[in-house]
């Protein structure tokens, strides 16, 4: 793509999709479910969920538009992509089917893609790199809670 922000357009239209998808199971089937396990005392309210998330989606976003804008590499562009799908899927794994061991496993594939982002980007562009930090530390998060909720129930 020759204009540089239309390619930006365009990935953040399509990171942000992966969301769209999950946030339909999550309202759809969340409840009475959620409300009913047992949840670790560190969880945290609903309400944070969908700012942070923006955040990480637009950050992610401009990562790999950065890299993508001097690189042009179809494979690390199809590797995010293919991340981008298990990102998408573990809200309809643990929301909409209430699988929270294969949720887990889902976590745990997306945080091998993101260490997988992070070195690529590494060595192509600091920025990016460290404009992953948050989703990793965010991601991490998410592992130590779903696995709580695991073990809890």
């Known amino acids: 793509m020759k204009n540089k922000y239309l390619s930006l357009i365009i990935i953040l239209i399509i990171t942000f999709i992966a969301p769209t998808i999950g946030s339909y199971s999550t309202s759809t089937f969340k409840e009475p479910w959620y409300s009913q396990i047992i949840l670790p005392s560190f969880n945290p309210p609903s309400w944070v969920f ?87 530390a965010w991601s991490s998060y998410a592992l130590i809670l779903n696995s709580s909720i695991y073990l809890l129930n």
């Open 50 to 136: 969908a700012p942070v998330w923006s955040i990480l989606y637009f950050l992610m976003s401009l990562a790999i538009w950065k890299v993508w804008i001097t690189s042009f590499e179809k494979k690390l562009l199809k590797i995010y992509f293919i991340h981008l799908f298990f990102n998408s899927t573990w809200s309809v794994v643990f929301f909409g089917f209430h699988l929270i061991g294969i949720a887990l496993i889902n976590l745990v594939i997306i945080l091998v893609f993101i260490i997988i982002l992070m070195k690529k980007y590494f060595s192509r562009d600091k920025i990016s790199f460290y404009l992953m930090i948050p989703y990793l």
